[in-house]
């Protein structure tokens, strides 16, 4: 098995190829991957730095099934309102009460931002997306019908345990 090292969040600000400023966080084993995936997105960043790590770190808290049921219910609902994938991660992310939660789809945000289909960010996070969900994401973005599956899955999802 394949050695996986852990991504490093480097929070950036700077300006986009419209020189608009913007900024976020992006996951990247080192500096210079995360560094290299902003110049071949078009930003020109001006600050770059590690995230810090929070003095006072709130309790971790377990993601569970339901967490990630009210995740596809919430991005079918956000799809469906027309507002794009990215933005509606960002959304999703920083709106969960679980800071767990949170780090866990700002990361797939960044994988989606680094040229990913969502079915291929999800499929890097097998403990939380099973191989049906992935498979399904992936259907459901070919044909262009992501907001209904992802809608099916979180009623799926909801059910009680036979």
Not at 21 to 47: F, M
Not at 66 to 95: C, E, H, N, W, Y
Not at 132 to 149: R, S, Y
Request: glycine fraction near 8%; charged fraction near 25%.
């Amino acid at each position: 098995m394949a050695e996986q090292t852990e991504q490093i969040d480097f929070v950036w600000s700077g300006t986009d190829k419209n020189k608009k400023k913007t900024g976020g966080i992006i996951s990247a084993k080192t500096e210079v991957i995360a560094k290299t995936e902003l110049r071949r997105q078009g930003y020109r960043v001006v600050t770059f730095k590690k995230k810090p790590k929070p003095l006072f770190s709130a309790k971790v808290q377990a993601i569970t099934p339901g967490d990630i049921a009210i995740f596809a219910r919430q991005l079918a609902t956000m799809l469906k309102a027309g507002v794009p994938l990215v933005q509606s991660f960002d959304i999703v992310g920083k709106g969960h009460d679980n800071a767990s939660m949170e780090i866990l789809l700002l990361g797939i945000k960044a994988d989606i931002e680094g040229g990913d289909t969502l079915a291929e960010a999800l499929n890097k996070r097998p403990l939380y997306f099973d191989e049906l969900f992935c498979n399904l994401v992936a259907a459901g973005e070919q044909a262009g019908v992501l907001e209904t599956l992802l809608d099916k899955i979180a009623t799926y999802k909801e059910k009680p345990s036979l």
